[in-house]
């Protein structure tokens, strides 16, 4: 199996079976997301206590790169503070708009390599991310990848 194939198959299961999928409802951070060209949208909750995220989880429909990407970003800054996660989410950022490793090691979050190379798509697997950073800045209105 080669890594590319590799990458696919985390994305599909977690478009599939995506993690960390619910109304969190002691959240003290929400905010909502849409891509209007694909159709993605989800609502983002979040427990972050002094700094650091405690729970993540999100509801929504969209395409299988949207949902993945959730998904593993909700695995990815559990337990994070407010700066890992803006350093992950540059990282992340990087990979998926340049196609290039971003020269640290992101876990399952290179499963998005190959995003660069299709532009459409990195609307799709940043909704979650622009998402997440508006809703740690509380800030008030709906994030759109337009």
Not at 36 to 42: A, E, K, S, V
Not at 108 to 119: C, D, H, I, N, Y
Request: charged fraction near 20%; hydrophobic fraction near 40%; include cysteine.
């Amino acid at each position: 199996m080669s890594l590319r194939d590799l990458y696919q198959e985390i994305i599909v299961d977690h478009g599939k079976q995506p993690r960390h999928f619910g109304k969190l409802v002691n959240a003290n951070h929400c905010q909502v997301g849409h891509n209007p060209l694909c159709g993605d949208r989800l609502i983002l909750y979040v427990l972050e206590q002094n700094g650091v995220v405690e729970k993540v989880q999100f509801e929504g429909v969209g395409c299988a790169i949207s949902v993945a990407s959730a998904s593993l970003m909700s695995e990815a800054i559990k337990g994070k503070s407010i700066r890992e996660i803006e350093v992950i989410f540059d990282l992340f950022h990087y990979l998926v708009t340049e196609g290039k490793d971003p020269g640290q090691d992101i876990g399952k979050l290179a499963a998005f390599s190959g995003v660069a190379e299709f532009p459409m798509r990195v609307k799709c697997a940043t909704l979650a991310w622009h998402t997440l950073k508006a809703a740690l800045l509380n800030d008030p209105h709906p994030v759109t990848t337009e």
